[in-house]
């Protein structure tokens, strides 16, 4: 670049950052909070692939990988109460909330107001939720406009409101112990695994939230042996103020076995 471009880019005003984005930074405000720690392991995914043929062949059902990610986490933090829990405020005097249910947010990409953007839905009460409701909501989301559906119709509210009033108003549900649950979950799952992604770490605004990446043929051992085997990369990124390491590296090792295991 010539002395003279530098200079003009040194001297551009600039624009104004699309609204369609104005959530997202408004959401990472909020998770400056967290104090995150990050783990990771390795699933094999051969029953969970398995399943989904097998489910596809009988059903003419195709659940996604996100969908068995969301029920094995909704179960195991269940049975971890801590870790399906919410920390709001400072530290001189943070209060804690604790569910009875389990929801889980996935975080979606997706195409609003003419944008891509990355937007979430909360799927509820998994502590119990069975694979086709939850692969249903999933495929409502995902098939629906996101101009239209009732789901977003927040986030749209939002973006129309000018800055100031946007983020005020974010930040005032997201303070709420009462509504974060049905706004960001109880826990998070987000995947890359559609992409050439091995592993990622992410912060989902809730005390736990789980990365997967993609499923790719790698080398096990099996009875001694070593053999091929289609594995993915789940990664877990925790709250430190909620709960400590050993619990956060149970919930990863529950969620890992109960894939293992379907």
Do not use: C
């Amino acid at each position: 670049m010539t002395r003279a471009g530098t200079d003009a880019a040194a001297g551009a005003p600039g624009e104004p950052l699309p609204r369609q984005r104005h959530h997202t930074l408004f959401f990472l405000e909020v998770v400056r909070d967290f104090s995150p720690v990050y783990l990771d392991t390795e699933v094999d995914m051969s029953r969970v692939l398995a399943h989904r043929g097998a489910a596809r062949e009988a059903e003419g059902v195709r659940y996604g990988t996100t969908a068995y990610v969301l029920r094995a986490a909704g179960r195991v933090l269940a049975r971890h109460p801590d870790a399906n829990a919410a920390i709001q405020g400072g530290p001189r005097r943070p209060r804690v909330a604790h569910y009875p249910f389990v929801n889980g947010k996935l975080a979606l990409d997706r195409i609003l107001d003419g944008r891509r953007v990355v937007l979430g839905t909360v799927v509820p009460g998994l502590q119990d939720a069975e694979l086709p409701a939850i692969q249903a909501h999933l495929e409502r989301i995902r098939d629906g406009d996101a101009d239209r559906l009732e789901d977003f119709e927040g986030i749209r509210a939002l973006h129309r409101l000018p800055w100031t009033e946007g983020r005020r108003a974010f930040r005032r549900a997201a303070g709420s112990l009462a509504l974060r649950p049905h706004l960001t979950g109880t826990f998070s799952v987000t995947s890359l695994g559609h992409r050439a992604v091995d592993s990622f770490h992410s912060v989902g605004g809730t005390t736990t939230t789980f990365g997967v990446g993609r499923i790719l043929d790698r080398p096990v051992v099996r009875d001694g042996e070593v053999t091929v085997a289609p594995v993915a990369r789940l990664s877990l990124a925790f709250d430190h103020r909620a709960i400590d390491g050993a619990e956060a590296a149970d919930v990863l090792t529950e969620v890992k076995e109960a894939l293992e295991a379907v």
